[in-house]
Structures are given as structure tokens and as C-alpha cells.
């Protein structure tokens, strides 16, 4: 058993060494073993935040160096308007605060995402008086089902001399 978390801590280690080299994940994850690149994105991750490997900060140093940089770069565009530099800030910005760990998860978040707000109940109630349908004995003073009455409409038959 401790063989295995030795192991593990090792690839993190080497993970992050690799990832320093500029190595991407997919070679990353072929060097170390990992079945994908996420793998190896997860351990470098995961080294990060344990602070496992003694080249963690300076890696997280260079990675806040090159998001400035990127910053720099896209700043005055967005600032002229243009919208996908302004998502580029926006997403570095957000690199920034997690890799410096400022970001907090939330207490009142549910823990699947991907479940739907309950809905709000409806404010209907129903009407205290009794309902009767259509046609029923309470409409037998208008017109209707049980007072059968020809309707007039007001008007006769058609002039034939109009269609002249």
C-alpha cells in the first residue's frame, strides 16, 4: 500500500517536472502511464494543491507569469471592444483566482450541478364558490342547452336586388 501512494506521489512530482519542460498532457500522460491526458492534467492538479512537489510553486509562478502575459497582450483589445478578447480576460482572470487559490466553493451549492432548482409552488387556489359546468340548471334563465330559443341575430335574409 505504501508503495502505491509512493508511486503516485512520484508521477505527481513528474507530472509537474514534465509540465515545467513545456510538455503538453497527451505526452505527459504516455511518459507516466496515465490512460488519458486528463489524467495527467488531474495529477498535476492534484499536485498543486497538496503541494506535493517541491516544484509546485515555481510552477505555479510560471503560470501566473505566462497569464500575465497573456493578460497583457489581450487587455487592450478587449478594451477596444473587441468581445473575444474580453472573454479571453475574463477566463484568465478566472486562471488567475483558482491557481492562487482565492477561489472558494460555495456552501449553499448543491453538489450536482447538473440538478434543476426545485420549482416554486403554485400561488392558484381554488374558488370557494361552486362551479357548475356549461349548460348546467344555473344558466337555464340565458340561453343555452336547457332553454332552447331560436337566436336573431337582428338581420333577415339577404335583399336578392343587393347581388345586382
Not at 509512493?6 to 509537474?16: D, N, P
Not at 409552488?121 to 336547457?146: I, Y
Request: proline residues 6%.
Amino acid at each position: 500500500m505504501k508503495t502505491k501512494r509512493s508511486l503516485a506521489k512520484w508521477r505527481e512530482a513528474e507530472a509537474i517536472r514534465l509540465r515545467l519542460e513545456g510538455f503538453d498532457y497527451q505526452d505527459i500522460a504516455r511518459a507516466l502511464g496515465y490512460r488519458s491526458r486528463s489524467g495527467a492534467w488531474k495529477a498535476v492538479n492534484r499536485s498543486l494543491s497538496r503541494q506535493v512537489a517541491a516544484g509546485a510553486e515555481e510552477y505555479r509562478a510560471q503560470m501566473l507569469m505566462d497569464i500575465e502575459i497573456a493578460y497583457e497582450h489581450s487587455w487592450p483589445k478587449a478594451m477596444a471592444g473587441n468581445n473575444k478578447a474580453m472573454d479571453h480576460v475574463l477566463r484568465l482572470s478566472d486562471q488567475r483566482i483558482r491557481l492562487l487559490g482565492l477561489a472558494q466553493p460555495s456552501r449553499n451549492r448543491s453538489a450536482n450541478v447538473h440538478e434543476r432548482p426545485a420549482r416554486a409552488s403554485s400561488t392558484w387556489t381554488e374558488p370557494t364558490d361552486q362551479l357548475h359546468p356549461f349548460g348546467s340548471e344555473n344558466d337555464s334563465p340565458h340561453q343555452g342547452v336547457h332553454n332552447p330559443q331560436p337566436i336573431s341575430f337582428g338581420y333577415t335574409t339577404p335583399n336578392p336586388t343587393w347581388n345586382a
